[in-house]
Nanobody, 127 residues
Framework: QVQLVESGGGSVEAGGSLSLSCAASDNTYSGPFVGWFRQTPGKEREGVAVISTVYNNTYYTDSVKGRFTVSQDNAKWTVYLQMNSLKPEDTAMYYC????????????????????WGQGTQVTVSS
């Protein structure tokens, strides 16, 4: 079973930056897509950013476009989420997830498309 571990969360002021990392315990396995999701209490989990591990294509939810960047280091099986110009509304628990099958574009930001999940890392942005 693939195990994912996130790191890099913390507290920052609005306008600041954080970089999150997602590593796989089995770095010989690479899911076709790795995504970042976030969730606040009482709200549905939201897709934030996705990267295709095969083609390196990226996908973002509208609210983070131009501010967040997802990237990968294939040699280490590590996926990063660079978050700049953070806003209070970005506050959430952030999760890394990976698919075990190919997923069509309309499903890439939907949590139900992902099989493997990390434990989450908290991001808090204050104003």
């Amino acid at each position: 079973q693939v195990q994912l571990v996130e790191s890099g969360g913390g507290s920052v002021e609005a306008g600041g930056s954080l970089s999150l990392s997602c590593a796989a315990s089995d770095n010989t396995y690479s899911g076709p897509f790795v995504g970042w999701f976030r969730q606040t209490p009482g709200k549905e989990r939201e897709g934030v950013a996705v990267i295709s591990t095969v083609y390196n294509n990226t996908y973002y939810t509208d609210s983070v476009k131009g501010r967040f960047t997802v990237s990968q280091d294939n040699a280490k099986w590590t996926v990063y989420l660079q978050m700049n110009s953070l806003k209070p509304e970005d506050t959430a628990m952030y999760y890394c997830a990976a698919t075990n099958v190919w997923v069509d574009d309309p499903w890439l930001l939907r949590p139900e498309a992902y099989k493997y999940w990390g434990q989450g890392t908290q991001v808090t942005v204050s104003s």
